[in-house]
């Protein structure tokens, strides 16, 4: 079997150029509105202060989150948003690939503190496995199911 290159890479707004930041909305819209047929406003005027970590394979994005520091989406922590891998990219430890990555350049990026995610409730297990835990009862997120989940340092 082939090793795939992975790469991560990580940029402020500012510095994406214009193909990635297509390549990340595209990718956001086809998952977050298309495929899980939810109209909602992502483009959410927080792209300009978060840190975009885009992953790729083979030179395709496959994954992509937003990080943000403390104040920038919740008072008390670190946040890790728009959590999105690309479906042929599923089943393969992507997603663990892209949590673990998005956990380490939080703490770089920000220094080490307690990160918190509002997850898709049917996700949990996959969260709790990276060192999660429920933090909120469950809620509606634009008629998904959502849980608050926190990874403590």
Do not use: W
Request: aromatic residues 10%.
């Amino acid at each position: 079997m082939q090793k795939l290159d992975e790469q991560v890479i990580l940029k402020r707004f500012d510095e994406l150029t214009m193909r990635e930041l297509y390549a990340l909305l595209k990718l956001r819209q086809d998952v977050f509105i298309v495929e899980q047929a939810c109209a909602f406003p992502d483009i959410d005027g927080k792209d300009p202060i978060a840190v975009h970590l885009l992953m790729y394979l083979d030179n395709e994005l496959v994954g992509y989150t937003r990080l943000f520091d403390i104040g920038q989406s919740y008072a008390d922590a670190l946040a890790i948003g728009r959590v999105v891998v690309a479906p042929e990219a599923r089943g393969t430890g992507m997603s663990y690939t892209l949590m673990k990555h998005s956990i380490v350049r939080a703490f770089q990026c920000f220094g080490k503190n307690n990160i918190k995610i509002g997850a898709q409730a049917h996700l949990a297990k996959m969260y709790g496995k990276l060192g999660f835990v429920q933090s909120s009862d469950e809620y509606d997120e634009d008629g998904i199911a959502h849980i608050e989940m926190l990874y403590k340092v």
